[in-house]
């Protein structure tokens, strides 16, 4: 399987804990995002990576979210303190330098806060 | 105002109907654009690009109108498989690739 792949699928938590997620691109895909999405919203950008380097962050990003990419191909996503309104599906996304910069979702990783 | 704006719906529409949505955006350095399809509790996946010049893609086709700052959708002879929340997506040209999507428009196709 050559796609975006996320892990974990699913991470419960309480409310207090950190988590970390991970990203792992298209191989070839030098770009890499990540988002939030609630229900019944569309995704919303959090971060976004070209190579190693975060070249834009939102501003909804608070200080206890960080991402890094530290070798320019997987990413990690950490939530320090987790809140309940953090729960949300975690996505991430792969584009190419080339072209119209599509981009490549993967399957997502759900996290519940409790 | 939200900068990319979908009717949320949902349509409802029999098989075999034809179907148009409208995406809105605000951003005038907003330079390309996309329709994703969304299955429930799934990730979005890649609908098809709208270039300037329109795009056609078997049973769907895509339109941009810079003038009036927005991207259409247009799915011909519906499908039940059809049935999906379709997202809108903009990148700036803001020397970044910060992509905004819009909330979704939900589409249900009867038998």
């Known amino acids: 399987d050559t796609g975006v792949s996320q892990n974990p699928r699913h991470k419960i938590t309480k409310r207090g804990q950190n988590v970390t997620f991970r990203c792992d691109p298209i191989?070839?895909?030098?770009?890499l995002y990540w988002y939030r999405q609630t229900l019944g919203q569309g995704p919303e950008f959090l971060t976004y990576f070209q190579n190693e380097a975060q070249l834009e962050k939102s501003r909804l990003l608070s200080d206890r979210f960080s991402a890094e990419r530290p070798k320019g191909s997987f990413s990690t996503l950490e939530i320090q303190r987790t809140e309940q309104g953090d729960s949300a599906m975690y996505l991430c996304?792969?584009?190419?330098?080339?072209?119209?910069?599509?981009?490549?979702f993967g399957p997502g990783t759900r996290l519940t806060v409790t | 105002r939200k900068e990319v704006e979908q009717d949320p719906g949902p349509f409802n529409v029999p098989e075999g109907a034809t179907v148009a949505f409208n995406c809105t955006y605000s951003?005038?350095?907003?330079?390309?654009f996309f329709w994703y399809r969304q299955d429930c509790r799934k990730e979005p996946k890649l609908l098809m690009s709208?270039?300037?010049s329109g795009n056609e893609d078997g049973r769907f086709t895509a339109q941009l109108n810079r003038a009036s700052q927005y991207i259409s959708l247009l799915i011909r002879d519906s499908k039940l498989s059809d049935s999906a929340t379709y997202l809108c997506?903009?990148?700036?040209?803001?020397?970044?690739?910060?992509?905004?999507f819009g909330a979704g428009t939900r589409l249900f196709v009867k038998a």
């Open positions: 996304a792969s584009s190419s330098y080339r072209g119209v910069r599509e981009q490549y």
């Open positions: 709208v270039y300037s």
């Open positions: 951003n005038s350095a907003s330079q390309s």
């Open positions: 191989s070839e895909h030098n770009r």
């Open positions: 997506a903009v990148i700036r040209n803001t020397g970044g690739f910060k992509t905004i």
